[in-house]
Nanobody
């Protein structure tokens, strides 16, 4: 069983930056894909970014492309989301996820989810 724990959320002013971390415990295979999603009140969970375990081939959703960067540290079995130029509309609960099927934009492809971390961007 894989458990994921996110950290790094908080309150930041518009234009600021945050770095989210997600550390996995348990056995994860080298072919796993890792992803970040977010959910705002009253909205469906939204895909943000995904990356291979090797850290290559990152893929981003259009709303965050050029502002967010996903990365992996295999030694720490962790995935990160560097968020720059934050906007009030980025306010949400952010989730990391792991997929035994590899990288995917679909939340249905992910087997394991973290509990989420709140990010609030003030205007």
């Amino acid at each position: 069983q894989v458990q994921l724990v996110e950290s790094g959320g908080g309150l930041v002013q518009a234009g600021g930056s945050l770095r989210l971390s997600c550390t996995a415990s348990g056995r994860t295979a080298s072919n796993y894909g890792w992803g970040w999603f977010r959910q705002s009140p009253g909205k469906e969970r939204e895909f943000l970014a995904t990356v291979r375990s090797s850290g290559d081939r990152p893929y981003y959703a259009d709303p965050v492309k050029g502002r967010f960067t996903i990365s992996r540290d295999n030694a720490k079995n962790s995935v990160y989301l560097q968020m720059n130029s934050l906007k009030p509309e980025d306010t949400a609960i952010y989730f990391c996820a792991a997929s035994s099927l590899g990288t995917s934009r679909s939340e249905g492809a992910y087997n394991y989810w973290g509990q989420g971390t709140q990010v609030t961007v003030s205007s």
